[in-house]
């Protein structure tokens, strides 16, 4: 069972920066596919961006594309969410999570960490 932990949030002010990290728990993500969720308050979770373990390719929604960069460190088991030119619209708890699950029936989220832009 696949067991990730997600931290780094925090409070910052629109145009700021943060760094998330995803680490993972007792394995290596090498041939694991890892993304980043955000659920804000009043709506549904949907899909931020995404990194493919086999060759890095990269993936990012529409509304983030551009500001935010995913990375990867195999040897650290971790994930990292690189977050610039934050606005208030991104304010959420983020969440890591495999890419491949069905959000609406996916239940490992754990308690994500929370981000918060205050404008």
């Known amino acids: 069972e696949v067991q990730l932990q997600a931290s780094g949030g925090g409070l910052v002010q629109v145009g700021g920066s943060l760094r998330l990290s995803c680490v993972a728990i007792?394995?290596?993500?090498?041939?694991?596919?890892i993304g980043w969720f955000r659920q804000a308050p009043g709506e549904e979770r949907e899909g931020v961006s995404c990194?493919?373990?086999?060759?890095?390719?990269?993936y990012y929604s529409d509304s983030v594309k551009g500001r935010f960069t995913i990375s990867s460190d195999n040897a650290k088991s971790t994930v990292y969410l690189q977050m610039n030119s934050l606005k208030p619209d991104d304010t959420a708890v983020y969440y890591c999570?495999?890419?491949?699950?069905?959000?609406?029936?996916?239940?490992?989220w754990g308690q994500g960490t929370q981000v918060t832009v205050s404008s």
């Open positions: 999570a495999p890419c491949g699950i069905k959000v609406d029936e996916y239940h490992s």
């Open positions: 007792g394995f290596t993500f090498d041939d694991y596919t």
């Open positions: 990194i493919i373990g086999d060759d890095g390719s990269t």
